[in-house]
C-alpha cells in the first residue's frame, strides 16, 4: 500500500526519511514515498501528481518552520480531496497539536509518542485490502522491535537539525489570512492539475471565489521543481502583500 509522506524543510524532510525505512521495518507490505524520491530531469509535478493518485494514505510531517509552508498546504489539499480525512494525518514533530492551524486540523493529529504512533500503525495495517493486513499480534511484535530504533533516530534528527525561525513572530489571525491566501493560490493550480479530482467540500471549506489572488497556472506547470513552485507562490502572495516568507519552505533536496 503506498503511504505518500509530505515534507518541506530540513527537520521535516529528515523526519520523512525515518518514516520511509522505519514503517516497512513494522509493516513490510507499506510502501511510503516522499517527493525527494523524484530523479533529476523527472518532470516533478507530474510525478507528485501520480503518486498522490496512488496513495492510499498519507501522513504530513509538520514543524514550527512549515506549517504554513506553501508545499504542505498543496500536498495536504491534494490528500484532502483524493482521500477520506482518516486516511490523512499530520505528524507533529516539534509543535503541540493546538498548534495546528486551518487547513490542517481537519487532520487527525499524531504525535511523536508510543502511544499515537502506535494507533498510526494500526491505521494503516486497517487501510490495507483485506488480503495484505497483518495480524495485530504480529505487527504489535515488529513494533515494539523497532521503536527504540525509531526513538534514538528521532532524537538525534531534532538535534541535528534545529529550526532556524526568522522574521517577527505573526499573531493567529495573521496567520490565518496568510494561510487561507496561500491555499487559495494553491487551490487555483490544482484544479487546472487535477480536474475531476476538485470537490465542491475543499471549495466550499475555503470559499474560493473567482476574485482571490492567484498565480499563473500555467507558469506553475512549467515550474521545473518545487523551488520555482515556492517562488511562484511567494511572489504571488506579495504582490498582494500578504504573504512574505523569509526562509525557503522548498526541500533543499529538490534545488539545483
Not at 513494522?26 to 501520480?50: C, F, H, M, N, R
Not at 491505521?123 to 521503536?147: M, T
Not at 479530482?197 to 498565480?215: H, N, V
Not at 504573504?243 to 529538490?254: E, Q, S
Amino acid at each position: 500500500m503506498k503511504v505518500f509522506l509530505s515534507q518541506s524543510g530540513p527537520r521535516a524532510r529528515a523526519v520523512a526519511e525515518l518514516l520511509n525505512e522505519w514503517l516497512p521495518n513494522v509493516i513490510q507490505s507499506l510502501q511510503p514515498w516522499y517527493s525527494v524520491d523524484i530523479g533529476k530531469g523527472t518532470q516533478w509535478l507530474a510525478e507528485v501528481s501520480s503518486q498522490l493518485n496512488e496513495a492510499a494514505a498519507g501522513i504530513v510531517c509538520v514543524t514550527k518552520q512549515n506549517r504554513v509552508a506553501p508545499w504542505i498546504m498543496f500536498e495536504a489539499g491534494a490528500l484532502a480531496k483524493g482521500l477520506s480525512a482518516n486516511r490523512v494525518c499530520t505528524l507533529v514533530i516539534d509543535l503541540e497539536k493546538t498548534d495546528l492551524g486551518h487547513p490542517l486540523t481537519m487532520f487527525q493529529a499524531t504525535a511523536v509518542e508510543k502511544d499515537d504512533m502506535w494507533r498510526l500503525v494500526k491505521d494503516l495495517n486497517s487501510f490495507q485490502p483485506k488480503e495484505s493486513q497483518v495480524a495485530e499480534n504480529r505487527v504489535r511484535a515488529a513494533f515494539e522491535k523497532f521503536w527504540g530504533d525509531f526513538t534514538t533516530r528521532f532524537e538525534a534528527i531534532l538535534k541535528a537539525h534545529p529550526e532556524k525561525l526568522t522574521g517577527p513572530v505573526k499573531t493567529d489571525s495573521q496567520m490565518i489570512g496568510e494561510t487561507l491566501e496561500a491555499v487559495r493560490d494553491m487551490q487555483r493550480m490544482l484544479s487546472a492539475t487535477f480536474p475531476n479530482r476538485l470537490s465542491e467540500e475543499m471549495k466550499s471549506l475555503f470559499s474560493f471565489d473567482d476574485d482571490a489572488s492567484a498565480f499563473s497556472t500555467e507558469a506553475a506547470r512549467r515550474a521545473n521543481s518545487k523551488d520555482d513552485f515556492g517562488r511562484a507562490i511567494r511572489n504571488a502572495a506579495r504582490r498582494k502583500r500578504l504573504l512574505a516568507f523569509d526562509g525557503d519552505p522548498t526541500p533543499a533536496a529538490d534545488k539545483g
